[in-house]
């Protein structure tokens, strides 16, 4: 159950588009379409942005989406806004009903 | 208004036991859909997934800390209770509670796991 791998940093500026990659194997990540994915700010509770690869929440901003290809997942923000700065995370099922998170993203807005 | 709180002792020797409660309003433990997962994060560190405990009281545990965690709930308490035993200094952490829907007997079928509502989080210092 080895963490998930996201790029240390990300960043772009205001109206841009930034894509965020979480990375994985076969045995969780490429091997369900069960990828989530969660804005942190620093002292915060994390905020579930999208599920199920590309589902999003109710009140989730349609600048984000997500996707997957193969073994890796991806979170895009299109439109980028100053309030999007943040930690963001990756969460895939592992099989035998485990979870597993990525290292986890900064995103900086220039 | 759904909200999730921790508790427990924000310090903790090594190799003593940490008991950690999350109380759940809004939702109901007893239903059939609502499970409740412990996610941890060490200080400037990534999210780790520890354990979830299913709406029919199945239970599942991180491979690696299988062997130190145990997860139950008390519905008529709407209480998720979460122990590590055998605690080090690396376990230092703030550790969330988080509400995951899921499919009972089915586990996390068909929309996979995912976190919809967080507690604030609870940090717990382990030292001597």
């Known amino acids: 159950q080895s963490a998930l791998t996201q790029p240390p940093s990300a960043s772009g500026s205001p109206g841009q588009s930034v894509t965020i990659s979480c990375t994985g194997a076969s045995s969780d990540v490429g091997g369900y379409n069960y990828v989530s994915w969660y804005q942190q700010y620093p002292g915060k509770a994390p905020k579930l942005m999208i599920y199920?690869?590309?589902q999003r929440p109710s009140g989730v901003p349609d600048r984000f989406s997500g996707s997957k290809s193969g073994n890796t997942a991806s979170l895009t923000v299109s439109g980028l806004q100053a309030e999007d700065e943040a930690d963001y995370y990756c969460s895939s099922y592992a099989g035998s009903n485990t979870v597993v998170f990525g290292g986890g993203t900064k995103l900086t807005v220039l | 208004q759904v909200t999730l709180k921790e508790s427990g002792p924000v310090l903790v020797k090594p190799t003593e036991t940490l008991t950690l409660t999350c109380t759940v309003s809004?939702?109901?433990?007893?239903?059939?859909?609502?499970?409740v997962s412990w996610i941890r994060q060490p200080p400037g560190k990534a999210l780790e997934w520890l354990a979830h405990i299913f709406s029919n009281d199945a239970k599942s545990y991180s491979t690696s800390l299988k062997s130190r965690l145990t997860i139950s709930k008390d519905t008529s308490e709407s209480q998720v209770v979460l122990t590590m035993t055998n605690m080090d200094p690396v376990d230092t952490a703030t550790y969330h509670c988080?509400?995951?829907?899921?499919?009972?007997?089915?586990?996390?079928?068909?929309?996979?796991?995912?976190?919809?509502?967080w507690g604030q989080g609870f940090l717990v210092t382990v030292s001597s």
């Open positions: 199920a690869v590309s």
């Open positions: 988080a509400r995951s829907p899921d499919a009972a007997g089915n586990g996390w079928y068909p929309e996979g796991p995912y976190f919809d509502y």
């Open positions: 809004g939702f109901s433990l007893s239903n059939a859909r609502m499970g």
